[in-house]
Nanobody, 124 residues
Framework: QVQLVESGGGLVQAGGSLRLSCAAS????????MGWFSQVPGKERDIVAR????????VYADSVKGRFTISRDNAKNTVYLQMNNLKPDDTAVYYC?????????????????WGQGTQVTVSS
C-alpha cells in the first residue's frame, strides 16, 4: 500500500505559478503510475496529468498542455505538478492518485490510492 499527502496549494493571481507536491509513504513507489486530478464542487474528478512509473512518459489534459508539467522523483517518493500561467478556471481541489502497475489511465476509478487534496485558487 501507499499513503499520499499533497502540499503546495494556495491562492495565486492569474498568470502566476504554483508547484504541487505529493509525498508517498510505503514501499515501492516506483511500482506505481501516478496521476493528478482536479475537482470543483458539484462536478466529477477530472484527470489533469498522469505519469508512468519511471517518469519517462506523461500525458496531459488539453486544458493544461503547455502550462502544467508533471514529474516524479522516485528516490524521494514524490510526484510534482508545476503549474504555470494559471487561470481562474484552474481553481479546484487537486488530488494526487496512485495506481499499482504500468498503466496510467484517465479514469479516477482506476486509481486505488488518493491523497486528501490541496486547494488551488486563482484570482482574476
Amino acid at each position: 500500500q501507499v499513503q499520499l499527502v499533497e502540499s503546495g496549494g494556495g491562492l495565486v493571481q492569474a498568470g502566476g505559478s504554483l508547484r504541487l507536491s505529493c509525498a508517498a509513504s510505503g514501499r515501492s513507489f516506483s511500482n506505481y503510475a501516478m496521476g493528478w486530478f482536479s475537482q470543483v464542487p458539484g462536478k466529477e474528478r477530472d484527470i489533469v496529468a498522469r505519469i508512468s512509473r519511471n517518469g519517462g512518459s506523461a500525458v496531459y489534459a488539453d486544458s493544461v498542455k503547455g502550462r502544467f508539467t508533471i514529474s516524479r522523483d522516485n528516490a524521494k517518493n514524490t510526484v510534482y505538478l508545476q503549474m504555470n500561467n494559471l487561470k481562474p478556471d484552474d481553481t479546484a481541489v487537486y488530488y494526487c492518485a496512485a495506481r499499482r502497475g504500468p498503466y496510467y489511465y484517465t479514469a479516477p476509478e482506476e486509481y486505488g490510492y488518493w491523497g486528501q487534496g490541496t486547494q488551488v485558487t486563482v484570482s482574476s
